[in-house]
């Protein structure tokens, strides 16, 4: 039984790296408790960012093609922070590659891990509420094929209704309908991406 003494009781044991690739890599991990051993195999993604662009009560929504709904799928603008970027770079990134708008004022609006098991992929999402349009964008048709303005009580009913499926978007623009309702939580937010922005990443694995 994992109680919280057999949790200060574990023995976390090194990393060791099972698969590779450009884009994520997969570490074996066995955590020791006084009367069992996990294995556990973390999937590093490295971390996330979305944002979500919103004018007079209207949200940005960019479509894509995605392989686990064999189908087009409407999003906010987001992707992976790249060495060296900070998510504040990568949000203002991904907005102009997929959005074709500079944002400028990136408020933190949500921090989340997509799941807490065995996928780390540590998730920073912004709000954007001052852009200009960059106009020397080009819709990357590999990308994204569409773009919209949607009422923000239109993108909520779509969630509802399944037609917004993905896990970021569907965090976003319900963290976007509460902080609406409750402005206080602005500095509480901010307080919770600094100290994630400034946490150590993972140990290194061993070969």
């Given at each position: 039984?994992?109680?919280?003494?057999?949790?200060?009781?574990?023995?976390?044991?090194?990393?060791?790296?099972?698969?590779?690739?450009?884009?994520?890599?997969?570490?074996?991990?066995?955590?020791?408790?006084?009367?069992?051993?996990?294995?556990?195999?973390?999937?590093?993604?490295?971390?996330?960012?979305?944002?979500?662009?919103?004018?007079?009560?209207?949200?940005l929504l960019v479509r894509q093609y995605r392989l686990l709904v064999d189908?087009?799928?409407?999003?906010?603008?987001?992707?992976?922070?790249?060495?060296?970027?900070?998510?504040?770079?990568?949000?203002?990134?991904?907005?102009?590659?997929?959005?074709?708008?500079?944002?400028?004022?990136?408020?933190?609006?949500?921090?989340?891990?997509?799941?807490?098991?065995?996928?780390?992929?540590?998730?920073?999402?912004?709000?954007?509420?001052?852009?200009?349009?960059?106009?020397?964008?080009?819709?990357?048709?590999?990308e994204v094929t569409d773009r919209v303005w949607l009422p923000l009580a239109e993108c909520l009913r779509m969630i509802f209704m399944g037609q917004i499926?993905?896990?970021?978007?569907?965090?976003?623009?319900?963290?976007?309908?509460?902080?609406?309702?409750?402005?206080?939580?602005?500095?509480?937010?901010?307080?919770?991406?600094?100290?994630?922005?400034?946490?150590?990443?993972?140990?290194?694995?061993?070969?």
């Amino acid at each position: 039984m994992i109680t919280p003494a057999a949790i200060a009781d574990r023995q976390i044991g090194p990393r060791s790296r099972e698969y590779e690739n450009p884009y994520f890599h997969v570490d074996q991990v066995i955590v020791e408790f006084p009367d069992h051993a996990k294995r556990i195999f973390v999937s590093e993604h490295g971390q996330r960012v979305g944002i979500l662009i919103a004018q007079d009560a209207r949200i940005l929504l960019v479509r894509q093609y995605r392989l686990l709904v064999d189908g087009l799928a409407w999003e906010i603008p987001g992707g992976r922070v790249d060495a060296g970027e900070t998510p504040r770079e990568a949000a203002f990134r991904e907005a102009q590659e997929e959005s074709g708008l500079n944002c400028y004022a990136l408020e933190p609006l949500l921090y989340f891990h997509p799941g807490l098991d065995t996928c780390n992929n540590p998730t920073f999402v912004f709000l954007a509420e001052k852009f200009e349009t960059n106009h020397q964008w080009r819709f990357a048709a590999q990308e994204v094929t569409d773009r919209v303005w949607l009422p923000l009580a239109e993108c909520l009913r779509m969630i509802f209704m399944g037609q917004i499926v993905d896990s970021l978007t569907v965090s976003a623009l319900l963290a976007h309908q509460v902080r609406r309702q409750q402005l206080d939580l602005q500095a509480v937010v901010t307080q919770q991406f600094e100290s994630e922005v400034s946490r150590p990443a993972p140990p290194n694995s061993s070969s």
